[in-house]
């Protein structure tokens, strides 16, 4: 089992940022790529990023593209989201979600955190 854990939700205006941490724990060497997923009140869930175990490919939803960075640290079994110029629209409990998939545009993914609220005011 893989256990993960988000951390660095908040609040925050429109325009601002922040960066969400994921920590990994358990049988990480089972992991091969990681992601962020988002679920705004009554909507569904929306897969936002992914990156393989290299770091060297990454996938961003075009919702988020060229304002989010996804990056990741396998010593310290940690990945990142940096989330840049941010919208009321981004507003969502972003859930850090782990597995084997080589296919980042449409993963399966094996792991779920519990997820870290972001709260974007205008």
């Known amino acids: 089992q893989v256990q993960l854990v988000e951390s660095g939700g908040g609040l925050v205006q429109a325009g601002g940022s922040l960066r969400l941490s994921c920590a990994a724990s358990?049988?990480?060497?089972?992991?091969?790529?990681m992601g962020w997923s988002r679920q705004a009140p009554g909507k569904e869930r929306e897969y936002v990023a992914a990156?393989?175990?290299?770091?060297?490919?990454?996938y961003y939803a075009d919702s988020v593209k060229g304002r989010f960075t996804i990056s990741r640290d396998n010593a310290k079994n940690m990945v990142y989201l940096q989330m840049n110029s941010l919208k009321p629209e981004d507003t969502a409990v972003y859930y850090c979600?782990?597995?084997?998939?080589?296919?980042?545009?449409?993963?399966?993914?094996?792991?779920w955190g519990q997820g870290t609220q972001v709260t974007v005011s205008s």
């Open positions: 979600a782990a597995g084997r998939s080589a296919v980042l545009s449409a993963p399966t993914w094996s792991y």
């Open positions: 358990g049988r990480t060497f089972s992991i091969y790529s």
């Open positions: 990156i393989n175990w290299s770091g060297g490919n990454t």
